[in-house]
Protein backbone atom coordinates (compact mmCIF):
# COMPACT_ATOMS: atom_id res chain seq x y z
CA UNK A 1 0.00 0.00 0.00
CA UNK A 2 1.46 3.50 -1.03
CA UNK A 3 1.68 5.89 2.01
CA UNK A 4 -0.94 8.22 0.41
CA UNK A 5 -3.38 5.44 0.07
CA UNK A 6 -1.75 4.21 4.20
CA UNK A 7 -2.63 7.71 5.64
CA UNK A 8 -6.20 7.67 3.82
CA UNK A 9 -7.18 4.49 4.83
CA UNK A 10 -6.46 4.95 8.70
CA UNK A 11 -7.24 8.81 8.49
CA UNK A 12 -10.76 7.37 7.74
CA UNK A 13 -11.16 4.89 9.68
CA UNK A 14 -10.02 7.53 12.90
CA UNK A 15 -12.93 9.94 11.71
CA UNK A 16 -15.20 6.68 12.19
CA UNK A 17 -13.46 6.68 15.46
CA UNK A 18 -14.30 10.29 16.33
CA UNK A 19 -17.81 9.75 14.63
CA UNK A 20 -18.58 6.89 16.91
CA UNK A 21 -17.67 8.60 20.20
CA UNK A 22 -19.71 11.68 19.06
CA UNK A 23 -22.78 8.87 19.13
CA UNK A 24 -22.04 7.77 22.54
CA UNK A 25 -20.94 11.30 24.22
CA UNK A 26 -24.96 12.00 25.48
CA UNK A 27 -24.98 9.01 27.17
CA UNK A 28 -21.66 10.00 29.45
CA UNK A 29 -21.89 11.47 33.02
CA UNK A 30 -20.72 15.35 33.07
CA UNK A 31 -17.43 13.72 34.86
CA UNK A 32 -15.74 10.49 33.78
CA UNK A 33 -12.88 8.06 34.46
CA UNK A 34 -10.18 9.20 31.75
CA UNK A 35 -7.11 7.98 33.96
CA UNK A 36 -6.13 4.55 35.43
CA UNK A 37 -3.56 2.78 37.71
CA UNK A 38 -1.56 -0.19 37.07
CA UNK A 39 -3.97 -2.01 39.51
CA UNK A 40 -7.14 -0.72 37.35
CA UNK A 41 -8.63 1.23 39.90
CA UNK A 42 -9.99 4.53 38.46
CA UNK A 43 -7.07 7.94 39.92
CA UNK A 44 -7.89 10.45 37.73
CA UNK A 45 -11.41 12.04 36.52
CA UNK A 46 -12.35 14.60 34.37
CA UNK A 47 -15.05 16.69 32.10
CA UNK A 48 -17.10 14.64 29.45
CA UNK A 49 -15.81 16.81 26.79
CA UNK A 50 -12.42 15.17 27.13
CA UNK A 51 -13.41 12.13 26.20
CA UNK A 52 -13.91 13.63 22.61
CA UNK A 53 -9.94 15.53 22.95
CA UNK A 54 -8.91 11.62 23.65
CA UNK A 55 -11.08 10.27 20.64
CA UNK A 56 -9.24 13.00 18.46
CA UNK A 57 -5.71 12.18 19.57
CA UNK A 58 -5.50 9.38 16.83
CA UNK A 59 -5.78 11.61 13.74
CA UNK A 60 -3.69 14.20 15.33
CA UNK A 61 -0.84 11.78 15.71
CA UNK A 62 -1.37 10.47 12.48
CA UNK A 63 -1.07 14.01 10.63
CA UNK A 64 2.10 14.56 12.89
CA UNK A 65 3.78 11.75 11.51
CA UNK A 66 2.84 13.14 8.00
CA UNK A 67 4.08 15.87 8.58
CA UNK A 68 7.48 15.41 10.55
CA UNK A 69 9.36 13.71 7.79
CA UNK A 70 8.74 15.99 5.39
CA UNK A 71 10.75 18.42 7.61
CA UNK A 72 13.20 15.82 8.97
CA UNK A 73 16.75 17.41 7.45
CA UNK A 74 17.04 13.41 6.35
CA UNK A 75 14.30 13.04 5.23
CA UNK A 76 15.29 11.05 1.65
CA UNK A 77 16.50 8.09 4.61
CA UNK A 78 12.64 7.30 4.96
CA UNK A 79 12.55 5.73 1.86
CA UNK A 80 14.92 3.12 3.22
CA UNK A 81 12.81 1.95 5.74
CA UNK A 82 9.66 2.86 4.52
CA UNK A 83 7.71 -0.48 5.30
CA UNK A 84 9.17 -0.12 8.98
CA UNK A 85 7.59 3.06 9.24
CA UNK A 86 4.74 2.19 8.26
CA UNK A 87 4.13 -0.33 10.16
CA UNK A 88 4.74 1.76 13.37
CA UNK A 89 2.18 4.15 12.05
CA UNK A 90 -0.42 1.60 11.85
CA UNK A 91 0.51 0.12 15.03
CA UNK A 92 0.78 3.58 16.85
CA UNK A 93 -2.74 4.97 15.12
CA UNK A 94 -4.69 1.29 16.39
CA UNK A 95 -3.10 1.66 19.39
CA UNK A 96 -4.29 5.18 20.58
CA UNK A 97 -7.71 4.53 18.72
CA UNK A 98 -7.97 1.37 20.55
CA UNK A 99 -7.52 2.81 23.99
CA UNK A 100 -9.54 6.17 24.04
CA UNK A 101 -12.54 3.81 23.98
CA UNK A 102 -10.89 3.06 28.10
CA UNK A 103 -13.59 5.67 29.37
CA UNK A 104 -16.53 4.76 27.69
CA UNK A 105 -16.52 0.87 28.58
CA UNK A 106 -15.78 2.08 32.17
CA UNK A 107 -18.48 4.22 32.43
CA UNK A 108 -20.83 1.51 31.17
CA UNK A 109 -19.59 -1.07 33.23
CA UNK A 110 -17.59 -3.33 30.61
CA UNK A 111 -14.23 -2.68 32.38
CA UNK A 112 -14.67 -2.98 36.42
CA UNK A 113 -13.07 -0.58 38.18
CA UNK A 114 -10.03 -2.19 40.30
CA UNK A 115 -9.57 -4.87 37.77
CA UNK A 116 -5.85 -4.91 36.47
CA UNK A 117 -7.10 -5.82 32.74
CA UNK A 118 -6.91 -1.82 31.97
CA UNK A 119 -2.93 -1.97 32.83
CA UNK A 120 -2.44 -5.40 31.39
CA UNK A 121 -3.72 -4.50 28.08
CA UNK A 122 -1.75 -0.96 27.91
CA UNK A 123 1.33 -2.25 29.04
CA UNK A 124 0.97 -5.24 27.05
CA UNK A 125 0.58 -3.59 24.22
CA UNK A 126 3.71 -1.13 24.40
CA UNK A 127 5.57 -4.27 25.51
CA UNK A 128 4.74 -6.05 22.09
CA UNK A 129 5.35 -2.56 19.84
CA UNK A 130 8.66 -2.59 21.86
CA UNK A 131 9.54 -6.12 21.06
CA UNK A 132 8.54 -5.59 17.28
CA UNK A 133 10.28 -2.35 16.91
CA UNK A 134 13.43 -3.60 18.69
CA UNK A 135 13.49 -6.83 15.81
CA UNK A 136 13.21 -3.96 13.42
CA UNK A 137 15.48 -0.89 14.71
CA UNK A 138 18.95 -1.94 13.16
CA UNK A 139 17.08 -0.83 9.39
CA UNK A 140 15.87 2.46 10.17
CA UNK A 141 18.34 4.96 8.74
CA UNK A 142 19.40 7.96 10.06
CA UNK A 143 16.89 10.39 11.01
CA UNK A 144 15.71 12.84 13.80
CA UNK A 145 12.47 11.57 14.29
CA UNK A 146 12.71 7.58 14.94
CA UNK A 147 15.10 5.15 16.25
CA UNK A 148 17.94 5.62 18.94
CA UNK A 149 18.82 9.93 18.46
CA UNK A 150 21.92 10.34 20.50
CA UNK A 151 23.94 13.31 19.76
CA UNK A 152 26.61 10.39 18.29
CA UNK A 153 24.08 8.68 16.09
CA UNK A 154 23.05 12.11 14.76
CA UNK A 155 26.29 13.04 13.63
CA UNK A 156 27.79 9.56 12.23
CA UNK A 157 26.23 7.02 9.86
CA UNK A 158 28.42 4.41 11.60
CA UNK A 159 27.77 5.35 15.35
CA UNK A 160 23.72 5.45 14.15
CA UNK A 161 23.83 1.93 12.75
CA UNK A 162 25.80 0.63 16.02
CA UNK A 163 23.63 2.25 18.66
CA UNK A 164 20.31 1.24 16.86
CA UNK A 165 21.49 -2.28 16.26
CA UNK A 166 21.81 -2.05 20.39
CA UNK A 167 18.84 -0.43 20.64
CA UNK A 168 17.14 -3.35 18.86
CA UNK A 169 18.40 -5.59 21.77
CA UNK A 170 17.55 -3.19 24.08
CA UNK A 171 13.83 -2.80 23.15
CA UNK A 172 13.30 -6.77 23.05
CA UNK A 173 14.46 -6.98 26.76
CA UNK A 174 12.52 -3.86 27.68
CA UNK A 175 9.49 -5.22 25.23
CA UNK A 176 9.86 -8.75 26.96
CA UNK A 177 9.79 -7.22 30.56
CA UNK A 178 6.49 -5.51 29.79
CA UNK A 179 5.05 -8.61 28.78
CA UNK A 180 6.63 -10.21 31.63
CA UNK A 181 4.96 -7.99 34.02
CA UNK A 182 1.15 -8.20 32.34
CA UNK A 183 2.03 -12.14 33.29
CA UNK A 184 2.96 -11.84 36.74
CA UNK A 185 1.23 -8.36 37.90
CA UNK A 186 -0.61 -10.66 40.60
CA UNK A 187 2.42 -11.74 42.18
CA UNK A 188 4.59 -8.79 41.77
CA UNK A 189 1.70 -6.20 43.10
CA UNK A 190 1.83 -2.54 41.68
CA UNK A 191 5.16 -1.31 43.26
CA UNK A 192 6.96 -4.51 42.08
CA UNK A 193 5.65 -3.85 38.68
CA UNK A 194 6.24 -0.23 38.26
CA UNK A 195 9.78 -1.11 39.44
CA UNK A 196 10.17 -4.00 36.50
CA UNK A 197 8.93 -1.24 33.99
CA UNK A 198 10.31 1.69 34.97
CA UNK A 199 14.02 -0.11 35.54
CA UNK A 200 13.49 -1.59 32.23
CA UNK A 201 13.03 1.79 30.27
CA UNK A 202 15.13 3.87 32.30
CA UNK A 203 18.39 1.33 32.36
CA UNK A 204 17.85 0.83 28.99
CA UNK A 205 17.61 4.17 27.89
CA UNK A 206 20.64 4.79 29.53
CA UNK A 207 21.96 2.03 28.29
CA UNK A 208 21.96 2.89 24.92
CA UNK A 209 23.15 6.62 25.68
CA UNK A 210 26.23 5.53 27.08
CA UNK A 211 27.41 2.60 24.69
CA UNK A 212 26.88 5.64 21.77
CA UNK A 213 29.05 7.34 23.44
CA UNK A 214 31.44 4.53 24.35
CA UNK A 215 31.11 3.94 20.06
CA UNK A 216 32.10 7.45 19.68
CA UNK A 217 35.25 7.25 21.86
CA UNK A 218 35.88 3.74 20.52
CA UNK A 219 36.21 1.87 23.34
CA UNK A 220 33.58 0.04 21.40
CA UNK A 221 34.75 -1.15 18.26
Known amino acids: MKNNSL ?24 VIPIHWGMDGTVNGWGPRYVSLILAALPLLMLILMRVLPAADPKRQNYEKFSGIYRGFIIGITVFMAAVSWLTELSVFGLLPDGDSLVGNIIVGSVGLLFLLLGNYMPRIKQNYYMGCKTPWALADEHNWNRTNRMGGIVFVVMGLLMLVSCLFSGLLGTGGTMVLILGGIFGGTGWIYLYSFLVFKGIMK
Do not use: D
Not at 7 to 30: E, I, K, M, R, T
Open 7 to 30: YWVLGGGCVVNFAAHLWFYPSLPQ
